[in-house]
């Protein structure tokens, strides 16, 4: 896990915390931690995602199959968040596992953009 993984893990168990969990099951949307925007992390939809940060071609900091891995994860995921709350709201006492991706620019031009993974338990509303 790097410096920027435990930072993001941390904010978005704190802070960011609702924003997290509403991400979990919003299929068009994603969250993005970039440190050049205020607020750092920004739940972000995929049609826009393209147009603040193209993928492929010249100065692009990720490709179109990086692109199209974090839509597969996020997928996964979804479907996963999804069941775990119908779960949750057949047993209301559970604490569902959820997860979503999260992508993180790079403010340096000669290195990439990469992605992570996050899960929490989830407290149900």
């Given amino acids: 896990m790097t410096d920027n993984d435990e930072l993001i893990s941390a904010l978005l168990d704190g802070p960011f915390r609702a924003l997290r969990d509403q991400n979990h099951v919003d299929p068009s949307s994603i969250l993005v931690w970039d440190s ?3 607020p750092v992390i920004q739940s972000v939809s995929f049609l826009d995602l393209l147009s603040r ?3 492929g071609g010249p100065g692009s900091q990720w490709s179109p199959s990086d692109f199209v891995e974090i839509l597969k994860e ?3 995921l979804l479907r996963s968040s999804v069941a775990s ?3 949750s709201d057949d047993d209301p006492e559970s604490t ?3 997860g979503t991706v999260v992508l993180t620019i790079s403010d340096d031009p000669c290195r990439a953009h990469s992605w992570l993974s996050v899960r929490a338990l989830i407290n149900p509303d």
Avoid: G, T
Wanted: net charge positive.
């Fill in 85 to 87: 709350h119908a779960i």
């Fill in 96 to 98: 569902p596992m959820c």
């Fill in 36 to 38: 050049s925007l205020n």
């Fill in 53 to 55: 940060y193209p993928c």
């Fill in 74 to 76: 996020k997928h996964h």
